[in-house]
């Protein structure tokens, strides 16, 4: 097994998990997160299993910076229907946003993606460990 010696850690060969590759995104001492006149604009880590019978996850954060983003976990297999929790909220035709109720509160529009995202993006900035 050859060992590989990075300035910021070091890493054998064969025991690189995508937990790991996230930490190696998320590095900044090392220039890979880099932040200032150039910064990084989005990270990708994919599995791509020897066995082709199981499908390949792709890890996207989609946002900057990697040490604060959440990466989200993408499977593309053939024949997939899409699930009713990646649409984005729709209403009646009287949508209740644009009629001028007397509300206590207003409606949560955001998807439900976006709202897992920032209760994880919480846990990142109270320094909670995230799995």
Do not use: W
């Amino acid at each position: 097994m050859q060992t590989y010696l990075m300035d910021f850690k070091i890493i054998s060969l064969g025991n690189i998990t995508f937990e790991t590759m996230m930490e190696i995104l998320r590095d900044k001492p090392s220039g890979i997160n880099m932040e200032g006149e150039f910064l990084t604009t989005a990270s990708m880590v994919s599995v791509l299993p020897q066995d082709s019978n199981l499908p390949c996850i792709h890890f996207f954060t989609g946002t900057p910076d990697p040490e604060r983003s959440v990466f989200k976990p993408f499977i593309f297999v053939p024949h997939i229907s899409q699930l009713l929790d990646t649409s984005s909220p729709t209403f009646e035709l009287e949508n209740p946003v644009k009629k001028k109720l007397h509300l206590k509160s207003k409606p949560d529009r955001r998807h439900p993606l976006y709202q897992n995202h920032q209760q994880a993006l919480e846990v990142i900035n109270n320094n909670e460990v995230l799995l």
